[in-house]
T-cell receptor, first 110, second 112 residues
Framework: EDQVTQSPEALRLQEGESSSLNCSYT??????LFWYRQDPGKGPEFLFT???AGEEKEKERLKATLTKKESFLHITAPKPEDSATYLC???????????FGGGTRLMVKP | EAQVTQNPRYLITVTGKKLTVTCSQN?????MSWYRQDPGLGLRQIYY???????DKGDVPEGYKVSRKEKRNFPLILESPSPNQTSLYFC???????????FGSGTRLTVV
């Protein structure tokens, strides 16, 4: 069964403590992998698109990488304002369908 | 400001009473989509549209209808809502290709 799995479900970090979030997928014919940030009560906010294994994208303290089976979202020296739920999604079917993972809830304490 | 606007933000209704959630985008995007978000189930795609008059089912289309008569609008219609459609709904739009979706602020629907 095609799946997108994110781990961990929740992650508590101290301010400045770097870590990584994982998104693994078991789909064939990946057409794109997306990372989003979602704050409570709001819609997801687009962060990155990755297309092929080996690709990397960066934005401020965030860096996304992609392999053939998974993607990592690395957070370097996080700040409390980085606290949010991070979602990954994959596009692998014709049309414009996205399949989302369950998300990782990140909490960064000062 | 570039945005996706959903209305209403909150809605409480009774079983069987037809309702429409509106969605409008001002970015001239071809792609639009509806999602529902439920605890433990994440975001699931209901319907999507790749252009005017072109719509297709997502993963959970049962009980929902959509139409795309204008490029900017993509309403979600619940002909006979049931309690299992209680959820947080998001509309989203994007350009064609692997561009990220812009999401609306969400509509929290409760069906009693």
């Amino acid at each position: 069964e095609d799946q997108v799995t994110q781990s961990p479900e929740a992650l508590r970090l101290q301010e400045g403590e770097s870590s990584s979030l994982n998104c693994s997928y078991t789909v064939s014919g990946l057409r794109g992998l997306f990372w989003y940030r979602q704050d409570p009560g709001k819609g997801p906010e687009f962060l990155f698109t990755l297309y092929s294994a080996g690709e990397e994208k960066e934005k401020e303290r965030l860096k996304a990488t992609l392999t053939k089976k998974e993607s990592f979202l690395h957070i370097t020296a996080p700040k409390p304002e980085d606290s949010a739920t991070y979602l990954c999604a994959v596009r692998y079917r014709a049309g414009n369908m996205l399949t989302f993972g369950g998300g990782t809830r990140l909490m960064v304490k000062p | 400001e570039a945005q996706v606007t959903q209305n209403p933000r909150y809605l409480i209704t009774v079983t069987g009473k037809k309702l429409t959630v509106t969605c409008s985008q001002n970015m001239n995007h071809e792609y639009m989509s509806w999602y529902r978000q439920d605890p433990g189930l994440g975001l699931r795609q209901i319907y999507y549209s790749m252009n005017v008059e072109v719509t297709d089912k997502g993963d959970v289309p049962e009980g929902y209808k959509v139409s795309r008569k204008e490029k900017r609008n993509f309403p979600l219609i619940l002909e006979s809502p049931s309690p299992n459609q209680t959820s947080l709904y998001f509309c989203a739009s994007s350009r064609p290709g692997n561009y990220g979706y812009t999401f609306g602020s969400g509509t929290r629907l409760t069906v009693v």
